[in-house]
């Protein structure tokens, strides 16, 4: 199985900073690669997918890059509802395995 | 618009079976594969498999082969997702989830409960 290294695990920021994720695949996955927002008691929602594709109606202050093993997702200027859980998932083989997420909190 | 509903939440007790429904609607139904998600309360997701409505065909996640079916029924466009033989690891909330074209949907979600 694919493994997927997420970091950081948590993570502590203000309304209007620039936030970085990071998630690492155990072997390349080309762009097989999503990122997702969960807040809680809610269904994961896509922001990303292709790596580096806005999903329709996602924030352009969202973004992704990377390919092969490293991927990052970024947002420019954190708003108030971006708080929440972000979790990658590679679908380049069976299992899909997603990150352990990380939870982005109010400093 | 596109809308997958699952069944409501279900308590079940330990070694039971557990049958979840996701009905779709608001694109071809047999056209997109229906993939499984659970996660466990206060845990990251967790792929389960997937179903291809068209034919049947199915692919499950190795840890659950053996007590895991992934059914459905195109007459009414809904998925089904049965896990038998059910510990209190199983407890965790279910999700469906499809990508009709560049789009991603997932149903609500269902708590399953597995205590005594």
């Known amino acids: 199985d694919i493994q997927m290294t997420q970091s950081p695990s948590s993570l502590s920021a203000s309304v209007g900073d620039r936030v970085t994720i990071t998630c690492r695949a155990s072997q390349g996955i080309g762009s097989y690669f999503a990122w997702f927002q969960q807040k809680p008691g809610k269904a994961p929602k896509r922001l990303i997918y292709g790596a580096s594709n806005l999903q329709t109606g996602v924030p352009s202050r969202f973004s992704g890059s990377g390919s092969g093993t490293e991927f990052t997702l970024t947002i420019s200027s954190l708003q108030p509802e971006d708080f929440a859980t972000y979790y990658c998932?590679?679908?380049?083989?069976?299992?899909?395995?997603f990150g352990q997420g990380t939870k982005l909190e109010t400093k | 618009q596109v809308q997958l509903v699952q069944s409501g939440a279900e308590v079940k007790e330990p070694g039971a079976s557990v049958k979840v429904s996701c009905k779709a609607s608001g694109y071809t139904f047999t056209g997109h594969y229906m993939h499984w998600v659970r996660q466990a309360p206060g845990q990251g997701l967790e792929w389960m498999g997937w179903i291809e409505p068209n034919s049947g065909g199915t692919n499950y996640a190795q840890k659950f082969q053996g007590r895991i079916t992934m059914t459905r029924d195109t007459s009414i466009s809904t998925g089904y997702l049965e896990l038998s033989r059910l510990t209190s690891d199983d407890t965790a909330v279910y999700y469906c989830e499809t990508s009709p074209k560049t789009e991603d949907y997932w149903g609500q979600g269902t708590l399953v409960t597995v205590s005594s």
């Open positions: 998932l590679q679908h380049y083989s069976y299992p899909r395995t």
